[in-house]
C-alpha cells in the first residue's frame, strides 16, 4: 500500500513538474506574440507608439444613469493597477478622455465617432468618443462598451487583418466590442506601454538583430540624414577641389577638360554612392567592382571628350546660349552615363538584363543637381570674366577722371579769372588800405597751399574743406566789400566726416559768379552742412537769379557729377530749388572719418 502510494506521489510530481515547464514556454512563446502584437498593432516603423504622457481625465457628457458611472468607475480602478505612468480619474469638467452618449432615435443602431488630438511624437493630447447604444440593452451589456472604449483610447492602433496576427477578442485588434473581452493580451499591452521603459522593453524583445531595430525604429531618419551628409560632402569636396586650384571654372585644353570632369564626376559619384545602400552590390566580387569602374571610366572619358569639342563650337557665342548649351550638352551626357553605367552593372549579375533607356528617379535627382552644379559653375565663371573686364574699363576711367578731375582743380577752382580779380583787388587796395591787402594775400596763399598740400588726397575732413571754403569767401568778400554777406552752420556730427576735396568751394564759386555778382544791392551766401540718418547734406544757399531748369553748363557742376559718380555710384545726388528759398543741395553717404 505504501508503494502505491509513493509510486502515486511520484507521479503527481513529475506530471505537475513537466506541465509547469511546459507552461513556462508558453508563457515566453505567449509574451514574444505579444510583443509582435505590439509591433504590428501600436508601434509601426519610424514613427511613435501614442500613449498619454500626462494624467488621464475622464469626463462623462450626455445620458449617462447612475449605474453606467459605478461601472466606468470600476473599469478605472482596474485599468490603474495596469498604468504606472499617469493616473486615471472620473472628472467633471476639463477632461482629455471625453465619452459621450447620445440619444438616438433608431434605438437599434450603435453610432461611434472617435476624434483624437495627437502628437507627431506620439503623444496623445485629448479624445473624444461619440457613441449612442441601445435603450433596452442590459447593464452587463452596457459595462462592456464603456470598458471597451475607455481602454481602446489609451493608444492609437492600426489596421491589421486578424488571420495576419492570428489573434482574436482582443480590445485592441477587434473593432466591434461584442466580439471582445479585456483579456490577458490587452493587459500586457497596457501594463508594457504605460510603463517607465516601454522603449527599452521593446527594443530587448524586438524579433530580429540590432541593425534590424533599429532600421525598424529610425530607418527612414538615418537614410535621410545619410543622403543628406552626402550631398554637403559632394558640395564641400568640389569647393575644397575648386579652392586649392585642383579644379576651376574653365579649361581650354582637352587634358585638362578631361582632368577637371573626371575628378569632378567621380567625386560626385563617391557620394552619391555614400548616400545610398549598397545591399544591391553585396554579391559583387573586388574584380569584378574593378572591371566595373574600369568601363565606368572609359564611358566617362567618351562622353567628356564629346562635350569638350561639342562646346568648344559656341565659346564665342553669348553668354546665354552657353548656358543653354551647357545644360543641353550636360544633360544628354549625364542620361547616357546613367542607362551606361546600370548595363555595365547587369553584366556582372547572373540576372542579365537587356538595354534600357529608363533610370531611377534617384538618379534623375543627381542628373538634375549635377547639371544644376554646372550651370551654376558656369554662369560664376562667366560671371567673372564679365567683372574682370568691368573692372578694367572702371580702372581707366578712374585714371582717367582723376587726371580730369585734378586739372579741373587747378584750372577751374583756381581760374585765371578768379587769380586776376584777385590780383587786381590787391594792386587797388595797395595804396588805400595796406591791412586788407595783406589779409587778401595771405587768404590767396593759403588758398594755394591748401590746393597743392593735399593735391593727392580724394578725401577730407568737412572741418578743412570747409575752412578752404571760407577763406575763398573771405577773398571774395575783401573784393565786394559790404555788398557780400556769408554765414556757415556745421552739425557737430558732420564736422568730422569725410568728403571729397574740393566738393564745396565749386558750390560756392556759383553763388558769387552766377548770384551775388548779378543783382544789386547786397548778396547773402549762407553754407549749411547736416547729417540725417547715414546721409550728409551740404546745402549753399544765395539771394541771386532763380537757377534754370538745368543749371549744368556755365554753372561748373559737370565735374562734380562726374567725382561724385566715380567715388559714390548711384548712392549721392545734386539737387537744386528756387522756393522757398534758392539753394543747390548735395546728398552723399555719411563716411566717418575713421574710414
Not at 466606468?72 to 472628472?91: D, G, P, S
Not at 525604429?217 to 575648386?242: E, H, N, Q, S
Not at 562646346?311 to 544628354?332: A, C, P, Q, Y
Amino acid at each position: 500500500m505504501r508503494i502505491r502510494l509513493t509510486l502515486l506521489l511520484l507521479h503527481l510530481f513529475l506530471y505537475s513538474t513537466n506541465s509547469f515547464c511546459q507552461s513556462e514556454k508558453t508563457d515566453s512563446k505567449g509574451e514574444q506574440s505579444y510583443w509582435n502584437f505590439i509591433r504590428a498593432k501600436i508601434l509601426p516603423p519610424n514613427a511613435y507608439a501614442y500613449r498619454y504622457e500626462k494624467d488621464i481625465k475622464v469626463q462623462l457628457a450626455g445620458n449617462f444613469t447612475h449605474l453606467d458611472s459605478l461601472s466606468i468607475k470600476n473599469n478605472i480602478k482596474e485599468i490603474q493597477q495596469l498604468v504606472k505612468t499617469a493616473n486615471i480619474e472620473l472628472v467633471d469638467s476639463l477632461g482629455n478622455l471625453t465619452l459621450t452618449l447620445d440619444k438616438t432615435k433608431d434605438h437599434t443602431t450603435t453610432r461611434v465617432h472617435n476624434f483624437y488630438g495627437l502628437s507627431v511624437n506620439g503623444k496623445i493630447r485629448s479624445q473624444e468618443y461619440i457613441f449612442s447604444l441601445d435603450s433596452l440593452m442590459n447593464q452587463e451589456k452596457r459595462n462592456k462598451y464603456f470598458q471597451y472604449y475607455i481602454v481602446r483610447s489609451l493608444s492609437k492602433t492600426r489596421y491589421n487583418s486578424s488571420e495576419e496576427l492570428n489573434i482574436s477578442s482582443c480590445i485592441f485588434h477587434e473593432d466591434d466590442p461584442n466580439l471582445t473581452n479585456f483579456n490577458e493580451l490587452d493587459k500586457f499591452l497596457i501594463s508594457r506601454l504605460y510603463s517607465g521603459n516601454f522603449y527599452d522593453q521593446f527594443k530587448t524583445n524586438f524579433n530580429g538583430s540590432t541593425r534590424d531595430y533599429y532600421d525598424y525604429r529610425f530607418g527612414d531618419k538615418i537614410r535621410f540624414i545619410t543622403k543628406i551628409l552626402g550631398i554637403i560632402l559632394g558640395f564641400c569636396a568640389i569647393l575644397l577641389l575648386l579652392k586649392y586650384r585642383i579644379i576651376t571654372t574653365e579649361a581650354n585644353q582637352l587634358v585638362v577638360y578631361l582632368k577637371q570632369g573626371f575628378i569632378s564626376v567621380n567625386c560626385i559619384i563617391f557620394f552619391y554612392l555614400v548616400s545610398q545602400s549598397f545591399a544591391q552590390f553585396e554579391y559583387i566580387s573586388a574584380v569584378k567592382i574593378f572591371k566595373i569602374w574600369f568601363a565606368t571610366e572609359i564611358v566617362l572619358i567618351i562622353l567628356l571628350t564629346g562635350l569638350f569639342y561639342l562646346e568648344k563650337r559656341s565659346i564665342s557665342g553669348k553668354t546665354l546660349t552657353k548656358l543653354i548649351l551647357n545644360v543641353l550638352s550636360t544633360t544628354l551626357a549625364v542620361y547616357i552615363f546613367f542607362i551606361s553605367h546600370e548595363y555595365i552593372i547587369s553584366l556582372t549579375s547572373k540576372y542579365k538584363s537587356h538595354w534600357s533607356w529608363d533610370i531611377r528617379l534617384e538618379q534623375i535627382t543627381a542628373l538634375v543637381l549635377f547639371v544644376c552644379i554646372r550651370l551654376v559653375f558656369n554662369f560664376v565663371s562667366f560671371k567673372n570674366i564679365q567683372e574682370i573686364n568691368l573692372r578694367d574699363i572702371e580702372l581707366s576711367q578712374l585714371k582717367l577722371l582723376k587726371s580730369k578731375a585734378e586739372l579741373q582743380a587747378l584750372h577751374s577752382r583756381i581760374n585765371p579769372h578768379f587769380l586776376y580779380n584777385s590780383l587786381n583787388s590787391i594792386a587797388a587796395l595797395a595804396h588805400i588800405d595796406p591791412s586788407k591787402t595783406e589779409q587778401m594775400a595771405l587768404a590767396l596763399s593759403d588758398f594755394f597751399r591748401y590746393a597743392i598740400n593735399h593735391k593727392d588726397q580724394d578725401m577730407i575732413e568737412v572741418s578743412k574743406e570747409v575752412e578752404i571754403s571760407e577763406t575763398y569767401l573771405q577773398i571774395e568778400k575783401v573784393r565786394f566789400g559790404n555788398d557780400l554777406d556769408y554765414s556757415i552752420e556745421i552739425d557737430d556730427l558732420a564736422e568730422k566726416s569725410l568728403i571729397p576735396r574740393f566738393l564745396i568751394q565749386p558750390l560756392i564759386e556759383n553763388a558769387v559768379k552766377h548770384g551775388v555778382s548779378v543783382i544789386q544791392g547786397k548778396g547773402i551766401i549762407k553754407l549749411e552742412i547736416t547729417k540725417k540718418a547715414d546721409h550728409l547734406f551740404v546745402k549753399v544757399f544765395d539771394n541771386g537769379p532763380d537757377f534754370p531748369d538745368m543749371p549744368i553748363s556755365g554753372y561748373g557742376l559737370q565735374s562734380l557729377y562726374e567725382k561724385l559718380e566715380l567715388l559714390y555710384g548711384e548712392s549721392a545726388k545734386i539737387s537744386w530749388e528756387n522756393q522757398p528759398n534758392k539753394n543747390i543741395c548735395i546728398r552723399l553717404p555719411f563716411t566717418p572719418k575713421s574710414v
